[in-house]
């Protein structure tokens, strides 16, 4: 796949476009996108990530790379996101498909070194996804990295680090009353990127 392809190019125009006109439109969360991974086992899992960073090459979310999502990302590279972007007229909904890498190492401790002082911590004290027994054992762990990393900067831990969602797949949802509703469809199959529309 090219990331010259012109439908290519103009399926991220039309993401740039909508992701624009919701923050305009006041939407609250507009980077906000379910995120859907499935296990060696096939069991589905869906959760709200944030977007973090998009451009020709994909889109960048960052987790803990032991979660439930890292692991399923691990042992099946594959995702789909969707963005609901109510605050604009149509409804728009965007669904993209596609293959996950890791982000570089530098990448992943730039976007680290943005995020507030008790997010970089939360980032080392939580086993995210794992049983907790009660809610202070979760403090205690703050509380402990909060005083390991008093007076210093605090830094990346080897396991939370960045996605980047390579699509080969977008469909564009405009929302028609009557349920008579708008669906483009871009999809990149053996390295060619093709366009069409799908019936409501």
């Not at 996108?33 to 090459?57: E, F, I, N, Q």
């Not at 789909?80 to 728009?92: E, I």
Request: proline share 6%; charged share 25%; hydrophobic share 40%.
């Amino acid at each position: 796949m090219s990331i010259n392809d012109s439908l290519h190019a103009e399926a991220l125009r039309t993401f740039d476009d909508l992701l624009e006109q919701a923050r305009v439109a006041g939407d609250p969360e507009p980077t906000a996108m379910t995120l859907a991974t499935a296990d060696p086992d096939g069991r589905l899992s869906a959760r709200v990530v944030l977007l973090k960073a998009h451009d020709a090459r994909g889109l960048v979310f960052y987790t803990n790379t032991l979660s439930r999502k890292g692991l399923a990302l691990a042992v099946n590279p594959r995702a789909a996101v969707l963005f609901h972007w109510k605050t604009l007229r149509d409804q728009v909904q965007v669904r993209i498909e596609g293959l996950v890498e890791s982000v570089s190492d530098t990448e992943a401790d730039a976007y680290f070194a943005t995020r507030p002082r008790e997010s970089q911590l939360g980032a080392w004290a939580s086993l995210q996804s794992e049983a907790l027994p009660d809610r202070s054992a979760f403090e205690a762990r703050y509380a402990q990295f909060t005083q390991q990393y008093e007076g210093r900067d605090v830094p990346r831990p080897r396991h939370w680090s960045g996605y980047r969602l390579v699509p080969d797949a977008f469909e564009f949802w405009y929302g028609v009353p009557y349920r008579l509703h708008e669906r483009h469809v871009y999809r990149c199959v053996d390295g060619v990127w093709g366009r069409g529309l799908l019936y409501p």
